[in-house]
């Protein structure tokens, strides 16, 4: 069976784990080698494993400034990663017969594992010319045990650049709310008395005020996924080293543009920046989170300012976008984005023509609720 | 108005109350809402009491309200109504008999009068729904092959 007609009808053994640690086990065979990379990641360990080297190097390259020196003893979750190049068979995967779109995602859960799988499109060379980034079929599952993950994708070579500007939400996203936290649609900055969480929609001007507070007197947390521990004190955790931007606004912030890693692509792509390649002093692990931040690109405004809003506005401005983003399908997302707004105030940002004054707006904002904390 | 009675058409909708207000999600249409006064009790009634009809949930959300039954049955029905176009709520298959319509706490002092309820429709996110459709899929009907395809 070929990975492309794999996605075509339901294997045998779909939601059962011996036919993946099967699959990745004969890849390994096949490679004759797997390569690990450990991580801390949100106050625990995680190691990546693959027998197919370039893609280990391509997922865990937002991951790098989160790398340990040493490897760990025991991590607290391994993601074996492999793809159907690496040799052996594909693991079992979904029956998708009715659907076509590429975007198409399919969730299922037992007493054993929870798994998501992105339909993608077959590696056909007719689809690939009309739909250059067309994205391969990706699978993630996550034991319920929480330490072990698996992602097979159908070709390596074809993991879409926001793949690998943010590796593995789905599977990342249900092992952060095992521990007690969660993803969020959202963008961070701050400093090492606190931050903020920017969010918003695509295009509201999250990732413009994240990134351009590498310019400035703060640190960088990311600017489209992030972790929160919900905690009395809300706790901010870096996850992704790299930073995603629409390519109108790129300009906006010029001095990115020669880290930009595919300046040669912005036709179809958005651009990508690692962050933790260019600045990685820039980079925190995490802050203590003091406000919530609806970034608001505002015509004719020239330095940027800020004003209280509502924690409804907090609410409405994160969970829609974050329930969609994630496709976390569960009440217990919004419960969780309720409980944090609740906790900390929000504000809306206003952006103006000076980009410069966003950081500073950002800065002075962290100081007005930390004083009156 | 039709007598059957109504549920919030969960999972695909998702909600929650904050500051009064409440924000509801239809996760199949990527459309999600808010709602205010009136409208977030009669929320709260339908939610509360599932299989309630549309005369018991507008005679619970009057109580609440200085006003009389009569004077408010017809704008609780269209808004119901709107709930139920936007699939927000659904008719349950088999009626349920609600002998314990949820009441809340009914108007005291006059002091909250009943205003239209409105249905604020948002649809920016509908493109993530209608580009990454989302399956979900409960154990007896994934991953087993379905009948009329063949297992490879």
């Not at chain 1, 790098?64 to 690496?86: I, K, R």
């Not at chain 1, 109108?248 to 930009?260: G, I, T």
């Not at chain 2, 500051?19 to 996760?27: M, P």
Request: glycine share 8%.
């Amino acid at each position: 069976m070929t990975a492309a007609s794999a996605v075509r009808s339901a294997d045998l053994g779909f939601g059962e784990l011996e036919p993946l640690a099967a699959s990745f086990e004969a890849a390994v065979r096949a490679a004759s080698v797997v390569e690990e990379r450990d991580v801390r990641l949100a106050d625990a360990t995680v190691r990546l494993r693959s027998p197919h080297p370039e893609m280990l190097r391509r997922l865990g390259r937002a991951f790098a400034h989160l790398e340990l020196d040493e490897p760990a003893g025991q991590p607290d979750l391994t993601v074996n990663l492999w793809d159907a190049e690496s040799g052996g068979s594909p693991p079992p995967l979904p029956n998708t017969e009715d659907e076509e779109a590429p975007g198409a995602f399919f969730y299922f859960s037992n007493h054993q594992l929870r798994a998501g799988f992105q339909l993608g499109t077959s590696g056909d060379a007719r689809v690939l010319a009309v739909y250059p980034n067309a994205p391969t079929p990706a699978l993630s599952v996550l034991e319920t045990s929480n330490a072990r993950g698996w992602y097979w994708v159908a070709d390596a070579r074809r993991i879409p650049y926001w793949e690998q500007a943010t590796p593995l939400v789905y599977l990342l996203d249900w092992w952060l709310r095992a521990r007690g936290m969660h993803m969020l649609h959202a963008g961070a900055v701050g400093t090492d008395e606190g931050g903020v969480v920017l969010v918003g929609k695509s295009g509201s001007g999250k990732s413009t005020a994240a990134l351009s507070s590498l310019d400035a007197d703060l640190f960088y947390a990311g600017d489209d996924y992030i972790a929160v521990s919900l905690d009395t004190q809300p706790q901010v955790h870096c996850l992704y080293g790299s930073g995603k931007l629409m390519q109108n606004h790129v300009e906006r912030l010029p001095f990115l543009l020669d880290a930009l890693a595919n300046r040669d692509h912005l036709a179809i792509e958005k651009a990508v920046v690692y962050v933790n390649e260019h600045w990685p002093a820039k980079i925190t692990a995490g802050f203590p989170l003091r406000a919530v931040v609806l970034p608001r690109i505002t015509p004719g405004l020239v330095e940027a300012r800020y004003f209280e809003a509502s924690p409804v506005a907090g609410f409405t401005a994160l969970a829609p976008s974050t329930v969609f983003q994630m496709h976390t399908r569960g009440q217990d997302s919004l419960v969780r984005v309720r409980r944090l707004v609740e906790r900390v105030p929000s504000y809306v940002l206003e952006l103006g023509s000076d980009i410069a004054s966003i950081p500073h707006a950002i800065r002075d904002l962290i100081a007005t609720v930390g004083a009156g904390a | 108005m039709k007598r059957s009675g109504l549920r919030v058409n969960a999972p695909q909708v998702i909600h929650e109350t904050i500051d009064g207000e409440v924000i509801i999600i239809n996760l199949a249409t990527g459309n999600y809402y808010s709602v205010k006064g009136a409208g977030a009790d009669i929320w709260d009634v339908v939610q509360a009491s599932p299989g309630a009809d549309a005369h018991e949930i507008a005679a619970a959300v009057a109580r609440r309200f200085d006003n009389p039954l009569d004077a408010v049955e017809g704008e609780i029905g269209r808004f119901l109504e709107e709930l139920r176009r936007e699939e927000l709520v659904a008719e349950v298959d088999q009626a349920v008999p609600s002998t314990s319509v949820a009441n809340g706490v009914a108007a005291t002092d006059g002091a909250r009068s009943f205003e239209t309820p409105v249905l604020e429709k948002y649809t920016d996110m509908q493109d993530l729904v209608l580009l990454d459709p989302v399956h979900e899929v409960d154990a007896a009907g994934w991953p087993h092959a379905r009948p009329d395809v063949a297992t490879t």
